[in-house]
Structures are given as C-alpha cells and as structure tokens.
T-cell receptor
Framework: EDQVTQSPEALRLQEGESSSLNCSYT??????LFWYRQDPGKGPEFLFT???AGEEKEKERLKATLTKKESFLHITAPKPEDSATYLC??????????????FGKGTTLSVSS | IAGITQAPTSQILAAGRRMTLRCTQD?????MYWYRQDLGLGLRLIHY???????GKGEVPDGYSVSRANTDDFPLTLASAVPSQTSVYFC????????????FGPGTRLTVL
C-alpha cells in the first residue's frame, strides 16, 4: 500500500535555528514528490516538485532534497513568517494513472523570535 | 488574478439537507480534484476529473457526487448531509493528471449538525 509519513508532527524553533523536516514514502514507481505549505485557514500552497533521487530545489530559506526512500525539507535560519504546516505528497496509481495524491499528515512548524 | 475560487467560504447545514460546494478555476487546467481535510487524518481525495466530461472516485467518495460539464467548474454535491461530513473541503486543479503539481483553492468549512 502506498504511504507517506512525515516527522516530526510538530517542531518549535527559535528564529535562526536551522532544522529539517522528513517525509518518507512507500510508493510503486515514484512519479514525483511534492512539498506544500499550509497556513491556518488557507489552502495548501505549492512549494516544490522533486522527480528523481539526488535532486534538490531551493526557495529562499527552504531547500528540498530527495532520496529513493525519503525527502527532506531543510529550513535555514528560519523566521517567524516561516511558521506553517508543511505537507508532502506523492502521486499514486488510482483508478486511472496518476489521479490521486497521497498526502502525509504534515509537520507544523512554529518559529519564535 | 488567476487561480481557484470556492464558494461558500463556510456553511452550517442541518443533517439531511442537500448542499453543493462550488469550485471554479481560470487556469484552463484539465484535471480537477476535491479533497477533505480532517484533523489527524490529513487530506483525502473524494473525487477527481481528468478532463471535462469525465469523473472518478477517490479514497472517500461515499455520500458525495461530482460533475464536470466544462473545463472551469467542478461542483461537489452532498445529497443528504450527515454529521461525519463536517470537514474542510478543498478543490484543486492541475494542468494534467499524473505528476503535475496541483494548485488548491481557499477551502470551504462545512459543519453538519
């Protein structure tokens, strides 16, 4: 069964304290891994897509990396505005190819000044 | 501004009533999706549509129906609402099904009493 697991569930950081969020996955034939950011009361906002092991993508203080079994979202010198829930997701073969995204339950990041 | 709009923003509904959640996108995306998000369960796919005129069932389709008469609109109908359908509902779209990133609307918060 295809599965996505994120850890930790919650992470509290001081401003400037770098850390990483983990997303481990089990899927038959990876066709991409997506990272989203979700602020309270809003819809998920797309951040990155990674397609192959070794790939890295960066956006401001965020860098996403991918291996054959997991992805990391590295946050360098976070600021309070980085506080949000970060979700990862992978496409899975549903009734038709690629029609479903399986989401992890997310990591809620809180950055205090 | 290009994107996805959902209506209503929130709704309180008596059990047994019929309700349609509206979703419109102006990005000319072929694929559209409905998810529900519940605390502790994450985002789960209800129904999807790979292109206008076609629909399919996701992980949790019971009690919901959808239609896709044109590219832009993808309404979700609860024929007879039950309290377990209390949730936040997100509509999403992607250029194509498969490994394309999905873009999400702002959500509809539905409470069924």
């Amino acid at each position: 069964e295809d599965q996505v697991t994120q850890s930790p569930e919650a992470l509290r950081l001081q401003e400037g304290e770098s850390s990483s969020l983990n997303c481990s996955y089990t899927v038959s034939g990876l066709r991409g891994l997506f990272w989203y950011r979700q602020d309270p009361g809003k819809g998920p906002e797309f951040l990155f897509t990674l397609y192959s092991a070794g790939e890295e993508k960066e956006k401001e203080r965020l860098k996403a990396t991918l291996t054959k079994k997991e992805s990391f979202l590295h946050i360098t010198a976070p600021k309070p505005e980085d506080s949000a829930t970060y979700l990862c997701a992978v496409p899975t073969l549903g009734n038709q190819a690629g029609t479903a995204l399986i989401f992890g339950k997310g990591t809620t990041l809180s950055v205090s000044s | 501004i290009a994107g996805i709009t959902q209506a209503p923003t929130s709704q309180i509904l008596a059990a047994g009533r019929r309700m349609t959640l509206r979703c419109t996108q102006d990005m000319r995306h072929n694929a559209m999706y409905w998810y529900r998000q519940d605390l502790g369960l994450g985002l789960r796919l209800i129904h999807y549509s790979n292109t206008a005129g076609t629909t399919g069932k996701g992980e949790v389709p019971d009690g919901y129906s959808v239609s896709r008469a044109n590219t832009d609109d993808f309404p979700l109908t609860l024929a007879s609402a039950v309290p377990s359908q209390t949730s936040v509902y997100f509509c999403a779209s992607s250029q194509a099904s498969g490994s394309d990133e999905q873009f999400f609307g702002p959500g509809t918060r539905l409470t069924v009493l």
